[in-house]
């Protein structure tokens, strides 16, 4: 069964740090490229960040480069995403998103195939 599962969202303060995780079953993280997304309230579903499985060179949006970073443990199958110095802005559902095939850029959003539940982040004093 093809799964992922995000964790590691919660309430932190403006300056604050999380990682957040992805775990991946029913395939291995070198077959796919991983995108991570996120949908804050009243807004559109934006990508910010993906590793591709070509050779797994990393991607991120200007909103939050230098700040995120996203990283891959093929041995436990699980992409994370370090988020660092948030602002309120951040305050999002996050997603992670996995698109079978071999990629050499990041997908964009509709070739996805697989999108986890969701891990709510609140930035907030």
């Known amino acids: 069964q093809v799964q992922l599962v995000e964790s590691g969202g919660g309430l932190v303060q403006p300056g604050g740090s999380l990682r957040l995780s992805c775990k991946a079953s029913g395939f291995t993280l070198e077959d796919v490229a991983i995108g991570w997304y996120r949908q804050a309230p009243g807004k559109e579903r934006e990508g910010i960040s993906c590793v591709v499985n070509s050779d797994g060179s990393t991607y991120y949006s200007d909103s939050v480069k230098g700040r995120f970073f996203i990283s891959r443990d093929n041995v436990k199958n699980t992409i994370y995403l370090q988020i660092n110095s948030l602002k309120p802005e951040d305050t999002a559902v996050y997603y992670c998103?996995?698109?079978?095939?071999?990629?050499?850029?990041?997908?964009?959003?509709?070739?996805?195939?697989?999108w986890g539940q969701g891990t709510q982040v609140t930035v907030s004093s």
């Open positions: 998103a996995a698109a079978g095939g071999r990629w050499s850029a990041c997908p964009v959003q509709y070739e996805y195939d697989y």
